[in-house]
């Protein structure tokens, strides 16, 4: 018997707190307790036979599964702390071409958003994600970036971090590129964020901002 984590849910740590992302559901939450304590031993691989009712506890809270097959229990989020923001690391002027791909890019996303719930759209990018991905550089990365730079001011940026961030993933996609979309919260209060990074860079989301977040999901 192996327990592992409950299909849908992806976490990370916070504060010295465990924050879980239940993507089927757009809901974050916390584990306090005996039952953060019971979780984290199983993060870190810990044998817990003797702790059956327990697990069979979580399982019911629907944290974990119980499976048949052996596999590790996943790791938290982890992504590299942010360090640059493509969009303003140099003076760049973007194509017409990457302009124009861009806006198509955000009211594709717009419309998607409203018809389709979020767990189905990110099952799509990890879709596209599995094929071979064209060869990426800051400078390519850098002319995306700038070129929804410029699209905030047609749609502006402020609380759109969501759309922003999977139209910008969605025009990777469209070039086979294949940066990070992120998934991050701050406690106390509670704040959650999204943006799209590429190793220590951030395509969108705001490098200042997205420092400031702890993930909890990380699509590659």
């Known amino acids: ?26 809901r974050y939450f916390c584990l306090a307790g005996e039952w953060r304590d019971l979780f984290l031993r199983l993060s870190r691989g810990e044998n817990l036979q003797e702790r059956q009712a327990e697990l ?93 730079e410029r699209t905030s001011l047609i749609f502006p940026a402020a609380d759109r971090c969501l759309v922003r961030a999977f139209a910008l993933m969605r025009l990777c996609r469209w070039r086979g590129l294949r940066p990070k979309l992120v998934f991050g919260v701050r406690l106390d209060p509670f704040t959650a964020h999204c943006w799209v990074q590429s190793g220590h860079a951030v395509l969108v989301g705001g490098f200042e901002q997205a420092r400031q977040f702890a993930p909890v999901r990380v699509v590659e």
């Open 1 to 26: 018997m192996t327990v592992t984590l409950r299909e849908g849910l992806s976490y990370g740590f916070c504060c010295g707190r465990v924050v879980f992302l239940d993507i089927s559901t757009d």
């Open 56 to 148: 069979g506890r979580l399982a019911d809270l629907g944290l974990v599964r119980i499976a048949s097959t052996a596999s590790p229990f996943p790791e938290p989020a982890t992504i590299a702390p942010p360090g640059l923001d493509l969009a303003d690391a140099a003076a760049t002027r973007p194509s017409l071409r990457d302009l124009a791909a861009a806006l198509a890019a955000e009211v594709v996303t717009i419309l998607e958003l409203r018809l389709r719930r979020i767990h189905l759209i990110l099952e799509r990018i990890e879709r596209r994600d599995a094929a071979a991905p064209a060869e990426a550089s800051d400078d390519r990365y850098r002319q995306i970036a700038c070129a929804f």
